[in-house]
């Protein structure tokens, strides 16, 4: 007997199920992670801080722009930068925008600079250094605020 189409695709779906579910009573169910080490915590908690150290570099160098010009011009230690306010409709843009496109619009404006790929080492350093410089600040997302004077810092040039 031959099969059409639709009856093979029904026989193959069948058999697959079948398949695919057997392998779930032969394995068993999957365990969940352990939790992390502290060798592992530390090693994540270094790899933060390195970023958020690129970031503040980046941050207060002229190296993203051609005039110049450096982020900390306008937002000294990422205070005005308001991070915790994204994502938020960005009037000058006219769309809800996440931080790394006013990042972006900055770099490309006020610096005449090039944008970053959204996905860069170099972007993320950014978006770590200014959320690191608002530890501690309730999250608003889409709050219009103004900007706010920098955060004091208290223990070297931004990080710890």
Known sequence: MKLNTKSRFIAFT???VAVTSLGLFVTGPAEARKPFTQDELAAQYKELLDTVKQGD?????????????????????AAAANPHTFPK???????????????NWCIQVPLEGQALDANSR?????????????RGFKLKPGENTRQHPPVEVRSGPGYP
């Open 14 to 16: 069948t058999a697959a």
């Open 57 to 77: 570099e980046l941050w207060h160098s002229a190296k993203l722009g051609k005039n110049g010009l450096a982020c900390a011009n306008c937002h000294p230690d």
């Open 89 to 103: 409709f960005q009037p000058n843009l006219g769309q809800v925008i996440p931080l790394r496109d006013m990042i």
């Open 122 to 134: 170099e972007m993320k350093a950014l978006e770590a250094y200014a959320f690191y410089m608002h």
